[in-house]
């Protein structure tokens, strides 16, 4: 029994079962192009978050050496050197009522993209001088007194 002339369905740009025959790779074309791209965006952004902890690391650098300068300890730039990271610049500025600490750092990518994407993070940090406070009436002297 042959099949009615009037339901078959003459042949055109679609196979058996619909599909189009020209769109057979157009996806992987599509993701060999994207997936580079995301590849570079995923390190990119692991760059930035990697660049906001080397922020926090000055930020606490410069608390804990203001601290310890406030205190009057003698090495407080080496106290903020070990907690920043590293090829930080430290600078400690005594004030006869305040002490200043201000950590600075450069913080680059890895490879050829180092150049590139190098900024510079840093932090100031401003503390109360505890080892020359004065009473409000006229005291002086090492604090506790």
Avoid: H, I
Avoid at 75 to 92: E, F, I, S, T
Avoid at 115 to 131: F, H, K, M, Q
């Amino acid at each position: 029994m042959r099949p009615d002339p009037s339901s078959v369905q003459p042949p055109g740009p679609r196979g058996p079962r619909g599909r189009r025959r020209g769109d057979a790779g157009f996806v992987t074309a599509e993701t060999a192009v994207a997936l580079p791209a995301l590849v570079l965006l995923a390190a990119l952004l692991v760059w930035a978050v990697l660049a906001a902890a080397a922020q926090l690391r000055c930020v606490d650098a410069a608390r804990v050496g203001a601290r310890a300068a406030a205190r009057g300890e003698a090495d407080a730039a080496g106290v903020a050197r070990a907690a920043a990271p590293p090829g930080a610049a430290v600078l400690v500025d005594l004030a006869p009522d305040t002490v200043r600490v201000t950590v600075d750092a450069p913080y680059g990518a890895p490879g050829r993209f180092a150049e590139v994407l190098a900024v510079r993070v840093g932090a100031t940090a401003v503390a109360a001088r505890e080892d020359t406070l004065k009473g409000a009436e006229g005291g002086g002297g090492p604090w506790p007194g």
